[in-house]
Nanobody, 114 residues
Framework: QVHLVESGGGLVQPGGSLRLSCAASGSIFLINTMGWYRQAPGKERELVARVTDTGYTTYAVSVQGRFTISRDDAKNTVYLQMNSLRPEDTAVYYC????????WGQGTQVTVSS
């Protein structure tokens, strides 16, 4: 089992920044991918960004140039730095961990509004 705990969500004005963190614990394999997905009301869950154990990153087109994903393997933690936030970034953000198994965090709300 892998347990994921997210933090860092909240309310921010358009143009502002937030940093999400997700700490993993449990039976973590060295070869894994960690990432962030989001789900807005009435919409399907979508990939925001992910990073492999080798540092290869993938971003949704809508966040390229604004969001940065990173990981600290010593802390089993993945981060999502979100800059230039827009109202359309409002969603519940979920941390994910994948090796041959898939795990999800409980989600953290991000609201971008003036």
């Amino acid at each position: 089992q892998v347990h994921l705990v997210e933090s860092g969500g909240g309310l921010v004005q358009p143009g502002g920044s937030l940093r999400l963190s997700c700490a993993a614990s449990g039976s973590i394999f060295l070869i894994n991918t960690m990432g962030w997905y989001r789900q807005a009301p009435g919409k399907e869950r979508e990939l925001v960004a992910r990073v492999t154990d080798t540092g290869y990153t993938t971003y949704a087109v809508s966040v390229q140039g604004r969001f940065t994903i990173s990981r600290d393997d010593a802390k089993n933690t993945v981060y999502l730095q979100m800059n230039s936030l827009r109202p359309e970034d409002t969603a519940v953000y979920y941390c994910s961990y994948s090796d041959r198994r898939d795990y999800w965090g409980q989600g953290t709300q991000v609201t971008v509004s003036s």
